[in-house]
Every structure is written in C-alpha cells, then in structure tokens.
C-alpha cells in the first residue's frame, strides 16, 4: 500500500531580523512558514533600533532566525546568544555570501545575495519538513524566475549608464551601482555617516564640490535617516541641479523585494535619462 505523506499542521515559526529577508522567506515557504521581521518600517531609522524583551521572546521562539550580519544587526546576535536553542536554524546571510564585518554591509542590494538565500531557506524548509519538499522546490524555481528580470533590467542599466559618476549620503546602494558599472564616488563620506562619525573637512568639500560642480550625475540619498550633515548634502544638490534618488534600507510596507528593486532602478534610470530632479 502506497504511503501518503500528510503536511506537517503547523507553519514553521520564522522570525527575519529584516523585513526583506522575511519577505524572501514567504517566497519560498509559502503556506508551510509564519514569518515575523522584526525591522519592517521604512520610515524607521534601522540603525536606531534597540531589541526589546517582546524581541527576544520570538527569536527564542523561532525555529528559523535569518539575519543579516556583517555588524548591521549586532542585537541580533546577542539575543540569539542569551537563547540557546539547539534545535533552532540560523542562517547568517552576510556568511552565506561571504561578506564580513568591515565590508558594506547593505549586502541585499548585492544581486547575488537574494538567489544565494532563497535556495539556502529552501534547503532548510525541506530539512524542517520534508511533506512540503515539491512545494518549497517549486516556489524556489518560481523565485529565481523573477529575478531573472532583475539581472535582464541591471545589464540593461549596465549598458546605458555604465561609467556614469554618482554619489550618495551614505553606501545604502553600494552593491548595486556597482553591479551598474556606476562611478561611485565619496566612499569616505558615505563611510562616516553609515557609522556615525563626522566626515573629515576634506571629504565634505570634497562632496559639496562634486554637487555644486555637477561632476555627478544624481544623489542617492538614505531616506529612511535625516541629520543635518545630509539635509545640507540634498539641499546642496538641489540648488545645483543634480537630481536626487531616495533609497531605504528596509522593504516598502506591501511590495515584494522585486518590486522594491525594480521601482529603485527605474527612478534612477528615470533621472540618468532626463539629466533633471
């Protein structure tokens, strides 16, 4: 007699540290996950984020954790530290995809990162249960689909604008400029701001020339942060004309994480087009 497998009742409890890994989880799992992220407003300031004890009950919860690593999510280490759960799967995407401390840690505007976690979830999936294996395999087929269209649209950027000169308030789109073949210039400024600190005399002037000069093509600004060094930066370009494109660091409430990229890469390419705000 033919055995049936039978679907295990319960979704797997998931907690993302991040709302677009969360989001890359729902892809692929489906119907078998409930996922919770913890970050998830993309009017919030992510680096301002303090864990609370509602924080820490979940993650000891979960039977999968995803979080970003690299020192961007550095609560999310000490709580998983202070809840030992042998049973609970982690996955650690700055490992994954072989980036460190150190190194820009915004690594989901890396092309590769996204593919490189979805076939990592669904290999965990399938380990925590294996009744909806055909279903995680065939989520994952459908996902790296979609994202064939995102890597269509970066080589077509790519050939459009490569070699172009643009800055930014800080390296929230590091990865993808360069996928694009962007110039991207003020690293040290960007730098700075991402950790808090104060840019150096020669790096503000630096940028401001940049700006008032229009040596760079568009300003991509971290909308989801706002002190004043920045708010000068964008008024600055603004009066010399360089339009400028917003970027955030966490998924719009609603879309998918193709969606969020595509409407980025097409406001940009909007502005590169025109040359105008």
């Given amino acids: 007699m033919a055995v049936v497998s039978i679907a295990r009742a319960d979704p797997i409890a998931v907690v993302a540290a991040e709302n677009f890994y969360g989001d890359i989880v729902e892809q692929i799992g489906g119907s078998g996950v409930k996922v919770a992220s913890i970050l998830s407003n993309p009017d919030q300031d992510p680096h301002l984020f303090e864990a609370s004890a509602a924080t820490a009950r979940r993650i000891a919860r ?61 290999e965990v999936l399938t380990r925590l249960d294996p009744p909806r294996a055909a279903q995680y395999a065939q ?14 649209r970066i080589l077509q950027l790519r050939a459009k604008y490569a070699g172009t000169a643009v800055t930014a308030t800080e390296p929230v789109f590091g990865y993808m400029a360069a996928a694009l073949g962007l110039e991207m210039r003020n690293l040290g400024f960007q730098r700075a701001v991402m950790n ?27 909308s989801q942060t706002s002190e004043a060094l920045t708010e000068r930066v964008r008024a600055i370009a603004r009066e010399s004309g360089v339009p400028v494109v917003g970027v955030t660091e966490t ?5 998918r994480y193709q969606q969020w990229m595509r409407s980025q890469l097409d406001a940009l390419d909007r502005v590169l087009a025109s040359g105008r705000p």
């Fill in 62 to 122: 979960a039977k999968l954790f995803v979080y970003s690593g690299a020192d961007y999510d550095p609560w999310a280490e000490r709580l998983l530290a202070a809840s030992s759960a042998p049973s609970r799967e982690v996955i650690e995407v700055a490992r994954l995809v072989r980036k460190r401390a150190g190194e820009n840690p915004h690594i989901w505007y890396d092309p590769a990162t996204m593919p490189v976690l979805a076939r990592r979830v669904a």
């Fill in 139 to 152: 989520r994952l087929a459908a996902f790296e689909a979609s994202m064939r269209w995102l890597n269509d």
């Fill in 196 to 222: 808090g600190t104060e840019p150096g005399a020669s790096e503000i002037a630096a940028m401001e020339r940049d700006l008032r000069t229009r040596e760079v093509r568009v300003l991509l600004y971290n």
């Fill in 251 to 255: 998924e719009p409430t609603g879309e």
